[in-house]
């Protein structure tokens, strides 16, 4: 279990019944989103029109450690506007070229050891994996914003990865897990790069969500755009390239996944939802094997 879990569960007092009660509202209140009022609407252009008002800024309100390099990584520095973020890189061993590079999305505000394990498995089987550092993390310069900026860090680091012309480089996929996967979700309406396909892991937060999140979010999260501009289903009739969203049989937003489903097909949105066993946590390791044979598919 890594460290950015368990602060999540210990530091959210309201998660679990807020999201115990959303899990119950939600399927009606996913009704009262303007779907259809957005279906003409494109997400990049109205999140790149938009600029979040932080209540609060600084950094993430999660501690963090500092982490001794493993041996197969190294450290890099990628551009994400005017921020020099940090971020891990780890090749395959025994290929002169990766298959792809897999851009993991960690878990809770700060990234941990636990977090480069659970992607280890898409190493070993010859991917290469960038670790980004978002903004406010892990002491990289810049503010908490809470699946808004990171986004941006999120896409600068897989144009860092195309300029700089690693071998696999051109070939990309994200995976995110929690609060990650939201933010790989959110970068699948956006991306317009070599992305080969995208997947999450006990995301598919409805806005509501972020009402549970009140006491360290940096935003207001009565704000209604604020908390949509960083939702992945309102906005599913922007979505062009696949996403799989891989949730844990155990967790509250199952109760969601058939309404997420007949949303998308509404919408012909390219998204597969697969239900894999466990909570928030332990579904986490099935997930990214499912993804991993999704990527084997691909030419």
């Known amino acids: 279990m890594s460290i950015g879990f368990r602060w999540m569960v210990g530091r959210c007092r309201y998660l679990v019944a807020g999201l115990f009660a959303l899990a119950l509202l939600a399927v009606f209140a996913v009704k009262s989103l303007g779907h259809e009022a957005y279906q003409a609407q494109n997400y990049a252009q109205e999140r790149q029109a938009y600029k979040t008002h932080l209540r609060r800024a600084g ?3 999660q501690p963090y450690e500092k982490l001794a390099l493993p041996a197969n990584a190294a450290e890099v520095t990628y551009p994400s506007g ?3 973020l940090k971020a891990w890189l780890v090749n395959p061993k025994g290929r002169a070229e990766p298959l792809a590079t897999v851009i993991y999305l960690h878990g809770g505000f700060a990234f941990d050891l636990g977090d480069y394990e659970a992607a ?4 070993e089987a010859g991917y290469a994996v960038m670790y980004p550092f978002l903004r406010g993390e892990n002491g990289n310069p810049g503010n908490f914003e809470l699946m808004y900026g990171e986004v941006d860090d999120a896409l600068a680091a897989a144009r860092w990865l195309v300029a700089r012309g690693t071998p696999g480089a051109t070939r990309i996929a994200f995976f995110g897990h929690s609060v990650g996967g939201g933010t790989a979700e959110l970068v699948s309406l956006r991306h317009d790069g070599p992305l080969l396909l995208s997947g999450s892991a006990g995301a598919l937060y409805p806005p509501e969500a972020f009402r549970s999140w009140r006491d360290w979010a940096p935003f207001d999260t009565a704000d209604q755009k604020e908390a949509r501009l960083r ?3 309102p906005h599913l009739p922007s979505l062009k390239r696949r996403h799989v969203a891989y949730v844990g049989s155990e967790e509250l937003q199952a109760a969601l996944v ?10 012909n949105a390219p ?6 066993p466990g909570d928030h946590q332990a579904s986490l390791a099935p997930a990214v094997r499912a993804f991993l044979a999704e990527l084997g598919k691909l030419p």
């Open 258 to 267: 058939p309404e997420y489903r007949e949303m998308a097909a509404r919408h």
């Open 231 to 233: 939702t992945f289903v």
């Open 271 to 276: 998204l597969s939802i697969v239900i894999v």
């Open 82 to 84: 005017d921020l020099q």
């Open 120 to 123: 280890l498995p898409f190493v």
């Open 59 to 61: 950094p993430s309100p």
